[in-house]
């Protein structure tokens, strides 16, 4: 008998009968005797509804936005609870401010500080399923709180470290973690097993089928994570601490074209350029991703000058373009480039740490393909360039191919063999 906490997402939850269906789901776990604890998020689309009903009336009031978005959850653990009923099963629903789960009061993207689970534990030990609103908590004057968008995870991730369950299971619909964007390679796998660390680069690099907080909360308190389908059975992908000495080198390749690349020509090369160049950027909070400087030029000569390059979120490339230009004016540097149609491929593996060549490797796939590499940047288990952006999805493919990262092909059961193939 195992503790398990299930979230599923607005997808999962977005009519009744997929909630009657979620419901006969979560009977079958309890029928095999886990206690389960559900989380759920709002009916899909419910939650941007309500963010346009506020749009409309303007004057969107912290806690009042709150209030109102925190609403969609409330109908959809009332509906799975009665499902549940339906279903014969005991449960019994909670809002985030019942159980209590406090936060501290950043409006629209709280934190949570601390879950007493005293209530649930009560209602479990009565051998009911305990359905929690996701995305909600109550702040230290009472006032209601979200989480931020796809917050439900986090909720989840939460109340399983709280609860100390065994799993916390994230039903989606995708059933699971993949090599690489299945768009780009059709033949992308799904991964057994992840670690956090890996996910958290797979993440963060756009296969976005977690909230990224959640994962970060789930490795800093160490709870198993399953990423699964809800509409089809099957183990998904489980994202935990440990490192399977069987790993392969490389788990995934993430890609993103939403980047876009700056460069600073000819910056007279003296103590203080880096900040002159990025003080301006950092303080108008756009992020920075890679960075590069080159070798200064010519050791011999009393003048040398370099080239600063990095890399922004395309979103960003104006109004960084506009403060470099400044920046480098006041410099002395030569010019401003920039670049917005480059993209970004990293290669994601704990096994990259005891495997040397990962990159010569990523590199001669690259040049076999007559790729040109712009940017390269590593860490322990990452290494990622920027390229063309026309030259992504080749790339992407010809690295999932020198990985290994393909589909096994279907097994062919020899006494199946077809007729026309014998002899
Ligand atoms: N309903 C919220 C949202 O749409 C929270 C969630 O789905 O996780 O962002
Ligand atoms: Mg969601």
Redesign the pocket.
């Known amino acids: 008998m195992a503790l398990i906490v299930q979230k599923y ?2 997808s999962s939850v977005g009519t009744t009968e997929k909630i009657r269906a979620i419901a006969n789901k979560i009977k079958g776990y309890r029928d095999r005797g886990d206690d389960v604890v559900v989380v759920v ?1 709002a009916m899909g689309g419910e939650t941007d509804r309500l963010q346009g009903l506020a749009d409309e009336i303007g004057s969107p009031l912290p806690r009042e936005m709150d209030m109102l978005l925190s609403t969609g959850e409330q109908v959809t653990i009332a509906l799975l609870t009665m499902g549940l009923s339906a279903a014969g099963v005991d449960a019994c629903s909670f809002t985030g401010w019942q159980v209590p789960i406090r936060t501290d009061d950043a409006h629209g993207k709280a934190r949570i500080d601390s879950i007493d689970a005293e209530h649930l534990k009560t209602e479990l030990g009565r051998g009911r399923v305990v359905v929690v609103a996701g995305f909600q908590g109550v702040n230290e004057a009472n006032d209601i709180t979200t989480l931020g968008r ?1 917050g ?1 995870d986090t909720t989840a991730v939460a109340l399983a470290a709280s609860l100390k369950a065994d799993e916390c299971q994230i039903f989606t619909d995708v059933d699971g973690v993949y090599t690489t964007d299945p768009r780009v390679v059709p033949g992308a796998r799904r991964l057994e097993k992840i670690t956090f660390e890996e996910m958290l680069e797979m993440a963060s690099l756009g296969s976005k089928v977690l909230q990224i907080r959640a994962v970060e909360f789930a490795g800093k308190y160490g709870v198993p994570l399953r990423v699964l389908s809800t509409f089809d059975d099957g183990p998904g992908t489980l994202i935990s601490l440990e490192e399977d000495v069987e790993e392969p080198i490389i788990s995934g390749i993430a890609f993103t074209k939403d980047e876009a690349q700056l460069t600073v020509l000819g910056v007279p090369d003296r103590p203080g350029i880096a900040y002159s160049l990025l003080g301006p950027i950092g303080e108008a909070n756009i992020e920075v991703d890679m960075i590069l400087q080159n070798v200064s030029g010519d050791p011999s000569s009393d003048y040398s000058a370099t080239d600063f390059t990095f890399t922004v979120h395309r979103r960003d490339f104006d109004r960084a373009k506009g403060l470099l230009e400044q920046a480098a004016s006041e410099l002395g540097a030569r010019e401003v480039a920039g670049n917005t149609s480059i993209a970004k491929v990293s290669l994601v593996g704990v096994g990259m740490r005891s495997h040397a060549n990962v990159a010569a490797r990523m590199f001669k796939t690259l040049s076999e393909e007559n790729i040109n590499i712009r940017m390269i940047s590593t860490t322990e288990i990452k290494i990622s360039i920027v390229i063309e952006a026309k030259y992504l999805e080749l790339a992407v493919r010809a690295l999932h191919e020198t990985f290994d990262l393909d589909a096994e092909p279907e097994k062919v059961d020899s006494e199946l063999t077809p007729l026309s193939e014998q002899d």
């Open positions: 997402g607005g998020s796809g439900s």
